[in-house]
């Protein structure tokens, strides 16, 4: 199969060989005024016609890239929200432990293991293209007056951290992921209806 691209080369080699063949026979005095003329004519509109149709196609394929481009990152977006959001739900559901029961309530604190909480500070930097820095920094804020202080031997034998009342914060901040989460999703049927189009540039934001 053809590709678009390669359609305009066989077009223009088929113009430069009727040129060729003009050429010949013209020089070989083949050729009386009229069909000159008219030759001349003919390729006159055969070359505006394929100059304008590349500068069409060329800007067709431009737009087309541009929203292609919008499209993967709106993707990304939302991936990357959804695995922040399955974290956070982890989280919440993870159980307390026996040995957690005496410093952890389960109704209104939050225990967030090591491994977890190092995980959600380095999220950002990690995914920086697709979300944000304000946007764990100002729940890493929110979250920073409800940490309850231990020794450091009780926190190694915690095994993580304790967020006294601030299960509330944890559930707010996972209806704010979902709620972007929906945003971008409209963002993105939104892209859908969007065509590319070939007679002038068309701007998004990436």
């Given amino acids: 199969m ?33 069909v000159l003329i008219s030759f001349l004519l003919g390729f ?3 070359t505006t016609l394929f ?7 060329k800007r067709y394929d431009e737009n087309r890239y541009k929203k292609e481009l919008v499209a993967i990152k709106l993707h990304k977006e939302i991936e990357v929200r959804r695995q922040l959001n399955i974290k ?5 559901n993870r159980p307390v432990s026996e040995s957690d029961k005496d410093f952890v309530d389960p109704r209104e604190d939050v225990k967030v293991a090591f491994a977890d909480y190092h995980y959600l500070k380095n999220y950002t930097s990690l995914h920086n293209l697709y979300m944000p820095i304000y946007f764990m920094d100002q729940f890493f804020k929110n979250l920073s007056n409800h940490l309850a202080v231990f020794e450091d031997a009780d926190d190694l034998r ?10 509330r914060t944890f559930e707010d901040f996972s209806v704010i992921i979902t709620n972007e989460m929906e945003s971008k999703k ?9 065509y590319p189009q070939i007679l002038k540039k068309q701007y998004f934001e990436i």
């Avoid at 053809?2 to 013209?26: A, C, M, N, P, S």
């Avoid at 100059?51 to 196609?57: A, T």
């Fill in 186 to 194: 409209k963002d993105l049927e939104n892209m859908k209806n969007i």
């Fill in 51 to 57: 100059i304008l149709s590349f500068f069409l196609y």
């Fill in 2 to 34: 053809v590709k678009k691209g390669q359609r305009f080369v066989i077009k223009f080699k088929i113009i430069t060989e009727d040129l060729e063949i003009f050429l010949f026979d013209l020089y070989n005095g083949n050729m009386n005024i009229s």
């Fill in 44 to 46: 006159a509109i055969t």
């Fill in 88 to 92: 956070i739900i982890e989280i919440l």
């Fill in 158 to 167: 915690n095994g993580g951290y304790i967020f006294r009342d601030s299960r």
